[in-house]
């Protein structure tokens, strides 16, 4: 679990994929509370931007590569994420049993096969 984060590259179960999103929420919740903090400390604006867009480039390539390995355990392209009611097929969606156009099934189901 969790062995290439930031590759788009190969398949991930479920679990993965809803372990992923409740860190990415998580990540989410701690910079928007640090950043509320230091815009009540009267830091600069233009700083606080800077440092947000740096901080969330990170968590949405994580987010968006998780993503994409969960659309190819269910054999679609990355790009089906996009759509917003996919975002339930993935989380809640078998993905495809042994090997499909995009690797071996994280299940190990083709071992046998």
């Known amino acids: 679990m969790f062995a290439h984060p930031f590759s788009f590259k190969g398949r991930i179960r479920r679990l993965e994929y809803a372990l992923s999103y409740l860190l990415c929420c998580i990540y989410y919740v701690i910079l928007d509370t640090v950043i509320t903090v230091m815009s009540l400390l009267g830091n600069d604006s233009l700083l606080l931007f800077v440092l947000t ?15 994409a390995k969960r659309c190819h355990d269910r054999n679609n392209s990355g790009w089906y994420q996009i759509n917003p009611v996919y975002f339930l097929w993935m989380l809640l ?14 299940k190990g189901r083709d071992l046998f096969a």
Request: hydrophobic share 35%; charged share 25%.
């Open 53 to 67: 867009c740096l901080a969330i480039i990170p968590m949405n390539w994580f987010f968006f590569a998780q993503g």
């Open 93 to 106: 969606g078998d993905g495809d049993e042994y090997e499909n156009d995009y690797g071996k099934d994280p």
